[in-house]
């Protein structure tokens, strides 16, 4: 019986492993410093309204209640998304693949409750400076989930087709960087508006 | 051992973290607030104070960071990869259209933010694509060592997508376009503008299957010559607008229309109650 | 088709550098970080003649402060001056420094590429568009908000974007030149050995990386109050009125003292680049350099005092932080000079007829020394200098800096990037830039002093002298015209005649490895690999070791 070989290419070279997640950690930097100053924007109008005897929100329209769910979410996504890191480090994919799905789900998860929020507490964009703060606040959080999404969506599809594996996870962590970022200044958002009100 | 980069994004936070709190003292900060960040007391004024801050926390993450990876170092990376020689930490990509594609849909994106929804919507359509598009280009480039075997795979994963995509498309842009021509010249034009159109379609389609020798070349220019021929026709067409149409209400009554376009005041249809008197 | 998990197990080999292309598809399409690189700097010095002349039909109206002569209405003249200040610093200044830092800053670390070749395209394109869009606002009677309100809503909404864009796309190119400095190193380049345009480089984009994200939240809340809090304002309505005004403050902190400085930290890192190559000899206390320009940095960053977010009576610019830092500002640049002028004196003997790029790059030193000192003066409460024409001083001095040093730059690399050098009309250039830089921004500065604000006129009174100052400010604008104008004549000449004949790959007798490679380099920069790196000055180090080596062989 005849045998056919058939000569398989070269393996790609492997990257420098620091390189991309360097390159992450500076780009988030910048927007972590996004964040403190739209934040601190937030805060001091809020100061100021309240200095000058005004109310920032009515009554109600700020409850604990719905900014603490949304905050469990994305705590649990920390969760899976560390999962989905460790389960490919060590090629166990399956369960890497089921971690980022439901990194992806928490994700979508909080995109519908914010959503809801939004049009429960039925405040315009332009109503008053603290509705103005507040959609741009909020509204700058969901940006920033929906890019963490958008890069977990890239690297699940890199790693689905092969690149990602435990010899190469520089793709999933820095993915898992920006999660993790998204989720700390969602915990600063929560204790802006929810918390200190 | 510290290392050099570890030890200046240390002092950076450093900086920052005492300028954070003296800052906060002094522009109204209560005696815990500045220290506690605001948790006890008042931390002066909020946009300075949570700037210098997380100035501060960004610099020491980083700091953690860079030397959790020895600052990155050759020797580091090939320690970490366990070879005796770092690999080269970045080639010459191979050329891309898709990172100016990216750069003009988040342009056009900004515009449509400015203007209208619309292009807002196609900007970040535009943009998804790129994203696609070069995700898949950077995927094949890492695929194996051989740059023709890498093109080869991301032409048989992307190609069947693709092709429909941009034939749809090109064929809705070019319909989209003849559209705007045909409801902007006068309804006899249209008339002739429609045949024009197919009878040239259909002779250039003629001219190629008789002469199969005709140089590929000049395929592409002459349907480059008419799809911008059509695409300006469009442009110029939309921006003339429509001509004047006679809404009729809803009794079933057949359209009339007056005949030449007016620049300037058919932007908006007129309805017969306004213009039939 | 097959999917492999892993990657097959056969050796390993180099991905080839692709082929070549040329014309425009090359254009578009590369990542290749020197056409990148001269792109920037071809398109920010043509940013540069444009607005500089912008900057000398402002000088003309001020001279006149009774009345407003050149333009329609006040608001249009400051409509012009706005497109001045951010258009040269973002326009001009920062892309010309990136510019400069992306051809070269690969080449001095020993790598084949930049990283992230094709972020970094995107960057170039992001940044040219958003330019592109920010200069088109202004034409169309955008900016960033008139005393009376009167400029045209939806450019005054595309220039707030558009300058977003930019500040994104800069952003995005400093993540990767900082990302080439800290992860694309040879073996033996430890951190510390960095060549020192390389490390102001680092410094700059982790500094400008933090600016940027401060100045985009500005943008977004701009952004927000214009377009939603207020309405959809109609121009010359008090609705536009009440949100106008306010906008400028908003950004301003970005054009004045000390973080107008931030946007050139690399004139320190060229310089100290420049002259021990100009002294032959290695730079002495290198690690002093090193923190020193660490330290300008580090102090140079004010975008936390925000005077539009100054409330309860307290102004941020005048509290021991901010005071404080811009008189610490002076103490890096000292140290800098220092260091450098004990190089230059210690090699004196070698240093031959002035070039060039040594008398731009200690220029841009010695302007930017003038102006953190002047900086400093203004921080001080008594002279209540801080919303007087000395912020547009502080801000020419800095633009006039940063220019000298990318001019330096650009004269010392262009040979490395195009294989032919600069004429003396570069020196011409960076003398009337000097010139320009001084002149433009001294008078402003003491004019300052004698009570003039910033962007006056429209009936306001001059103080006696105050319009002789203008005029001499002005006369300051056109040298500094002159000066963008010359280095871009005679870079665009070096870059379309090509390598010379003769030319060098090391023409200077360089200490780094940017020098070791051909010039113009090979697409992938070097065409052999790079030997591990035992001190700052590589080059330095392979020609003292070669006596030693024909000693032994002796």
């Known amino acids: ?197 | 051992m510290l290392t050099t980069g570890f030890k200046s994004f240390a002092a950076w936070a450093v900086g920052f973290l005492v300028a954070a709190v003296v800052f906060g003292y002094t522009t109204g900060g209560s005696s815990l607030g500045p220290l506690s960040v605001g948790w006890k007391g008042a931390v002066g004024n909020h946009v300075g104070y949570a700037i210098l801050l997380v100035a501060a926390a960004v610099m020491a993450t980083l700091a953690g960071i860079i030397i959790a990876f020895r600052d990155a170092d050759s020797d580091a990376a090939a320690g970490y990869l366990r070879v005796a020689e770092a690999p080269i930490g970045q080639r010459l990509t191979q050329p891309s259209f898709w990172p100016l594609v990216a750069a003009f849909a988040v342009g056009v994106t900004l515009v449509g933010l400015v203007v209208t929804p619309v292009l807002f919507v196609a900007g970040l359509v535009l943009l998804t694509i790129s994203t696609i598009e070069w995700t898949m280009t950077a995927w094949a480039d890492a695929a194996t060592g051989d740059p023709e075997v890498n093109r080869a795979l991301r032409d048989r994963i992307m190609g069947p997508i693709e092709t429909p995509i941009l034939g749809f498309g090109a064929v809705g842009i070019l319909v989209l376009a003849i559209s705007r021509i045909l409801i902007a010249v006068s309804a006899e034009a249209a008339v002739w503008v429609a045949i024009g159109v197919a009878a040239l379609i259909f002779f250039t389609a003629v001219a190629i299957a008789v002469r199969p020798n005709v140089p590929r070349n000049a395929i592409v220019a002459v349907c480059l010559l008419g799809g911008i021929g059509i695409l300006a026709g469009g442009v110029i067409a939309g921006a003339v607008g429509e001509r004047d149409f006679e809404h009729h209400e809803a009794e079933g009554e057949e359209h009339s229309e007056s005949g030449d376009s007016q620049p300037g005041d058919t932007e908006e249809p007129q309805v017969e109650a306004e213009t039939s008197e | 088709m097959t999917i492999t998990e892993a990657p097959p197990e056969t050796a390993t080999v180099a991905t080839d550098a692709p082929d070549p292309a040329t014309g425009l598809y090359d254009l578009v399409t590369t990542g290749d970080h020197k056409k990148l690189g001269a792109m920037y700097i071809g398109l920010a010095l043509a940013f540069g003649a444009a607005l500089t002349v912008v900057g000398v039909v402002v000088g003309l109206e001020r001279i006149d402060l009774a009345s407003v002569d050149l333009y329609n209405a006040f608001d249009q003249f400051v409509q012009a001056w706005q497109s001045y200040a951010v258009g040269l610093v973002f326009l001009v200044v920062v892309p010309l420094l990136l510019g400069l830092a992306t051809a070269v800053v690969p080449l001095q670390v020993g790598s084949p590429a930049i990283a992230f070749p094709r972020a970094a395209a995107a960057a170039f394109w992001g940044w040219l568009i958003g330019g592109g869009l920010l200069l088109a606002s202004f034409i169309v009677d955008g900016g960033f908000g008139t005393p009376g309100g009167l400029a045209d809503p939806e450019p005054t909404v595309l220039s707030i974007v558009s300058l977003a864009m930019v500040v994104i796309s800069l952003g995005l190119a400093s993540v990767c030149v900082a990302t080439t400095v800290i992860g694309l190193r040879p073996a033996g380049m430890k951190l510390h050995r960095v060549p020192l345009f390389s490390w102001s480089m680092l410094v700059a984009s982790v500094i400008w990386l933090a600016s940027f994200g401060v100045l985009a939240a500005n943008l977004v809340w701009l952004y927000v109050q214009f377009r939603y809090q207020y309405g959809e304002p109609i121009a010359g309505t008090a609705e536009a009125t009440e949100v106008q005004p306010g906008m400028w403050a908003q950004i301003q902190w970005a054009f004045s003292g000390p973080q107008a400085f931030a946007w050139i930290i690399p004139v320190l890192g060229i310089a100290g680049e420049t002259v021990p190559v100009a002294a032959r000899l290695r730079q002495r206390s290198y690690p002093v350099l090193l923190v020193a320009i660490g330290a300008f940095g580090l102090l140079s960053f004010s975008a936390y005092a925000q005077p539009a977010f100054s409330r309860g009576g307290l102004q941020v610019t005048e509290q021991a932080v901010f005071v404080g830092q811009s008189f610490l500002l002076i103490l890096p640049v000292l140290v800098v000079f220092g260091a450098l002028a004990d190089s230059l004196r210690i090699g004196a003997r070698d240093v031959g007829a002035p070039r060039s790029w040594l008398v731009a790059s200690v220029l841009g030193v010695l302007v930017l020394l003038v102006g953190v000192v002047l900086t400093a003066v203004r921080a001080v409460d008594d002279f209540a200098l801080v919303g007087t024409s000395a912020d547009s001083g502080t801000l020419h001095l800095a633009i006039g800096a940063g220019l000298l040093g990318a001019a330096g730059g650009l004269a010392f690399w262009t040979p490395k990037l195009v294989g032919r050098q600069l004429t003396p009309l570069t020196m011409v250039g960076a003398l009337a830039l000097a010139g320009g830089a001084l002149a433009g921004g001294g008078p402003d500065f003491i004019s300052g002093l004698l009570d003039q604000p910033f962007l006056a006129g429209d009936g306001y009174i001059a103080d006696d002298g105050v319009e002789a100052l203008n005029l001499l400010s002005m006369i300051g604008s056109v040298l500094l015209a002159v000066g963008v104008i010359a280095v871009l004549v005679d870079v665009v000449g070096a870059s379309v005649r090509g390598r010379a004949d003769d030319a060098a790959d090391d023409p200077w007798g360089g200490h780094t490895l940017e020098w070791a490679t051909s010039s113009p380099p090979p697409p992938s920069n070097f065409s052999a690999p790079v030997a591990p790196v035992r001190s700052e000055c590589p080059l330095l180090d392979a020609t003292e070791s070669e006596p030693d080596d024909d000693q032994e062989e002796s």
């Open chain 1, 1 to 197: 019986m005849a045998t056919a070989t058939t000569e398989l290419p070269p393996a790609a070279e492997l990257p420098r492993p620091r390189t991309l997640l360097v390159g992450t950690s500076l780009a988030l930097a910048g927007v972590a410093m996004y964040f403190a100053a739209i934040m601190g924007i937030y805060a001091l109008e809020r100061q100021e309204a309240l200095r000058s005897g005004s109310e920032w929100f009515s009554p109600g329209t700020v409850q604990v209640a719905p900014g603490v769910v949304m905050w469990f979410t994305v705590l649990l996504s920390v969760v899976t998304m560390q999962w989905a890191v460790y389960a490919l480090a060590r090629n166990i994919r399956v369960q890497a693949y089921l971690a980022l799905l439901l990194t992806l789900m928490f994700g979508g998860a909080v995109i519908n409750q914010t959503s809801f929020y939004l049009t429960d507490i039925g405040l315009g964009i332009g109503e008053s400076t603290a509705s103005a703060m507040l959609f741009t606040v909020v509204g700058s959080f969901l940006a920033l989930l929906m890019v963490a999404m958008l890069a977990v969506m890239l690297t699940s599809v890199r790693a689905l087709i092969g690149q990602y594996s435990s010899q190469r996870t520089d793709g999933v962590v820095a993915a898992s960087m920006i999660w993790y970022l998204m989720v700390a200044v969602y915990t600063g958002l929560w204790l802006l508006i929810f918390v200190t009100k």
